[in-house]
């Protein structure tokens, strides 16, 4: 049985991706799947496996390496806002204990002589990139980020990349557009509102808008960042000519349509419940982020991502809606 | 006086920029200079101070930092094809200790209240772009490298960059072309033979060509590259606008140009003493290079290399050539 472990399983992102391995299995047969967090959630994702430890503690990467997995989802990170708060634990988190991962991993394929060389698809994001942009980001434009938790992404980027240029793993970094409309509360991400101005009117409750509307960005679904990390465990690396990290496809669009298409789901009196107060550290954050990608060579590699933002608040009103 | 430490200044070009330091100062003063290295050279460059030492070693960044040195040089590295080689000790010498200086220089910034905030010039390398490319390299294009060597140079510059965006450091990173015509004996680079083939016919010696003559690369002097490590040293880098790596400018040209030039100033008897004989190896490494940089922001700010490879191969005469 495929043996795959989710680092960072009790995150939002590690939950969907285990409901739909649970749901679907591993290319059509079940698979053994040991969820890794510092915590998790009441009412969680079925799993194997579920294990409370931090990356970040000497002995963890080890330990979870050990079991030779055959497909490793680094997705555990310190969210945006805290690495840019938290200088020291985001360089740990994000960056030391993803090298910590990567040497384990390339002990155990020295230890099996080589045969042993498991799947690593790391969680990136489009943080990896910083203004000035181009009104598309093209997939062979420079990674000049702007933020901590954006440099601890690129960077975590190049380690994989080398790691599997060497043969020690197999690995490829998926950059997440930003995932709306997130469940549950609010988190530090800087980007947090995007999700919350949907989130809090569908659940009759009133939130701020802490930017302008006119601000443009770029979206996908929580289920769609599941499928991206699903597709991009089972895709033949050898199509990537060894550019490993790909830009995701995903939904480009104001805040203004945002709320629009709100609107035509929801009524007026929904909408109505947003209200606008900026906040200027917030909006000097999001106006330093890419707002489209022409994600060229992810969708010719099969991966799929919504075509409108009314799709992406319709998957949160089927998926989690009434659930959280 | 304006404290200079040069961290890799028993290399070459840390060589080269002592003697610039000690004949024009430091923007017209004289400036007190520590040289920092495993090793020196007999009859090296002039300088207030040399300590032998391995930013390795535990202790070693935060003994330099202490000093609180105004510019910071970070000049040592392993060179790509020992970084290839060995894995480890590429990863350990050209990130973990690049890492260690950082996180010395930024105890210190806090240990002043924030009033100490020194400028760190990198020596990064034109090798943190991976084919393919397009015939001349722009300044927004990615940084895929395609050796270990190039991956560790791209992810200092990105920690460079993140800590001086905090304000830790006021850094500058410095990707310097192929530089060429080395004095002294072969080194370990890939790109060691594009010097071989100038250096050893003009002292009289025999030497192999390891790849084609249509092999097109870019090359500045190590005259220029010192003078683009003293002039980042003193640029304004609010001028940079956050985006801290830049291309420099150099001569772009294939082998057959080089020998050609070589003919032009030494003769035919000279150029007879290059045989060609293909090192499938280093062919392999040195076609995943680039061929050629506009250098567009590097030029705009001032930066300045030679334009012809006969006045590379003229430095050479000039400088180096019956000194070693």
Redesign the interface.
Known sequence: MTNILIIGGGGMIGQKLARLLADQGWQGEPAEVTLYDVGFPQNGADASRRIVGNLTENGAAVGLASTRPDIVFHLAAIVSGEAEQD?DTGWQVNMFAGWSLLEALREQHEASGGTYRPRVVFASSIAVF?A?FPDQIG????????T?YG?QK??SE??L??FS??GFVDGISVRLPTICVRPGKANKAASSFFSSIIREPLNGRKVILPVSDTVRHYHASPKSAAGFLNHAAGLDTGQL???L?LNMPGVSCTVAEQIQALSDIAGAGTVALISHDEDPEVAKIVGGWPQDFDATRARALGFQAETSFRDIIQTYIDEDLGHS
């Open positions: 200088f910083g000035p997939d062979e434009f420079l990674t000049a980020p702007l901590s440099a690129a960077i190049m380690m990349s080398d240029r060497k000519d060894g550019r990290s």
